[in-house]
């Protein structure tokens, strides 16, 4: 299984643009979770999926951030427009839905960087 | 709201001593924990969980954590270091809910000096 896959690795953009972060989980998995991590923040919780339905976007800090899976091999996370504070790396996670606790895989991350 | 604090930001720590990463969760129901690491500019791997059962939960690497209840702790420890130990360190807690959820701490960045 070649885990969870995240692009771009890197991304560098100017305030204003639109920026889409792209994920595919695991095959197979069916929860999808997509993570901020910044120095002053830590990593934080955006928005989360179970079988392709938003379950909880309580922790996505604006509007101006959005999030799809339009079907259960694909997410993405868009910011229209990004500002400098958007700076950060985007993981994305997968898990099954089993019984019992599930483990999330991580991806490799997504780094923003807004000037 | 669940919350995990890591009591130590830097651990500094030379090669082959030992080592013990602090973590303490604040959660008044049931919780699953686990300890993530990260290498640089790599995702987070995981290290070890506690689901249930015994409190010493053996992990990768040599790396080891016991759940106290009572001191709602879930330290990390490793009898003795080696230099590709140098990572950033996070503990977790999810809710046993369906999902999976995880709250992180702040992180622990350990070095290990030859």
């Known amino acids: ?67 799809k899976m339009p079907n259960a091999s694909f997410s993405t996370l ?35 960087t807004v000037l | 709201a669940q919350s995990v604090t890591q009591l130590d930001s830097q651990v500094p720590v030379f090669e082959e001593a030992p080592v013990e990463l602090r973590c303490n969760y604040s959660s008044s129901v049931s919780v699953y924990l686990f300890w993530y690491v990260q290498y640089p500019n790599q995702g ?11 409190t010493l ?20 420890r490793k009898p003795s270091v080696h230099i590709s130990d140098t990572a950033e360190y996070f503990c977790a807690v999810s809710d046993p809910d369906p999902y999976g959820k995880l709250t992180f701490g702040q992180g622990t960045i350990l070095t290990v000096h030859p």
Request: with cysteine; hydrophobic share 35%.
């Open chain 2, 44 to 54: 987070l791997q995981l290290l070890l969980k506690y689901l249930s059962g015994s």
């Open chain 1, 1 to 67: 299984d070649a885990g969870v896959i995240q692009s771009p690795r890197h991304e560098v953009t100017e305030m204003g643009q639109e920026v889409t972060l792209r994920c595919k989980p695991i095959s197979g998995h069916n929860s999808l979770f997509w993570y901020r991590q910044t120095m002053m923040r830590g990593l934080e919780l955006l928005i989360y999926f179970n079988n392709n339905v938003p379950i909880d976007d309580s922790g996505m800090p604006e509007d101006r951030f959005s999030a």
């Open chain 1, 78 to 112: 868009k910011i229209q427009p990004s500002e400098p504070r958007d700076s950060a790396v985007y993981f994305c996670a997968s898990s099954p839905r089993t019984t019992g606790a599930n483990v999330l895989t991580f991806g490799a991350g997504s780094r923003l």
């Open chain 2, 57 to 76: 939960v053996k992990g990768i690497n040599g790396f080891e954590a016991e759940f106290n209840k009572s001191q709602t702790s879930f330290h990390l």
